[in-house]
């Protein structure tokens, strides 16, 4: 359930969740290993890290704004200070990394908060044209994301699964993509998403 709204100049899509909703699973399921990731040397734990510490790096968060006819599209830093909303999952953001790498975002409120006080609830990496110095950058628990092929992805994370292009494991408290070139084997993009109980019933009555 997706809806618009207006954060001063900016507009970002959400939808409203519940955390915590329903009996707890985990006793019953094994908790899911958080895998880190660090841009330009600044850790980001998904589900931990605020929006502020990629601001602190001195990375650019970005939203876009379509006209009325989407023959236009305008494109807004994000404004640290804008308050949020409470119980609320945010997404529509961009990181701009380099020229080449950025990473979709999505931020997450527990309670009502400005925006540099939300949690990065997703990040969606794309690589595709990045030179290896950019890569080098990057790192997926430690590694950069330079030396990480498909067989290396196995090495690093043996109880996912996939093909020769993808490397996947979608469990209870975490979702994680790896994707690898064809040609080649290295990394070409990845993303890692914090799961969270969504009540989508209850969006209904808001529309």
Not at 56 to 78: M, N, P, R, W
Not at 192 to 207: A, C, F, M, P, T
Request: hydrophobic fraction near 35%; charge should be negative.
């Amino acid at each position: 359930m997706k809806k618009l709204v207006q954060l001063g100049i900016l507009v970002i899509s959400f939808v409203l969740f519940s955390i915590g909703c329903g009996k707890s699973t985990e006793e019953e399921t094994p908790q899911q290993k958080l895998y880190p990731v660090s841009i330009n040397g600044s850790e980001v734990k998904v589900g931990e890290t605020t929006v502020q510490t990629l601001l602190d790096a001195g990375l650019k968060v970005t939203v876009s704004e379509s006209s009325a006819d989407l023959s236009d599209i305008t494109q807004y830093e994000i404004d640290p200070e804008q308050e949020l909303e409470a119980n609320t999952y945010y997404s529509g953001g961009t990181v701009w990394i380099s020229d080449s790498i950025f990473a979709h975002i999505s931020v997450a409120t527990e309670e009502a908060c400005k925006m540099g006080d939300g949690v990065i609830a997703r990040l969606e990496f794309s690589m595709v044209n990045a030179s290896k110095e950019e890569l080098d950058n990057i790192l997926f628990d430690g590694v950069p994301v330079s030396e990480i092929t498909r067989e290396k992805a196995e090495e690093m994370c043996p109880d996912f699964t996939g093909d020769e292009v993808m490397w996947l494991q979608y469990g209870t408290d975490y979702k994680y993509d790896l994707n690898f070139s064809t040609e080649d084997g290295h990394m070409t993009g990845f993303s890692i998403e914090k799961e969270y109980d969504v009540d989508w019933l209850s969006n209904e009555s808001g529309q």
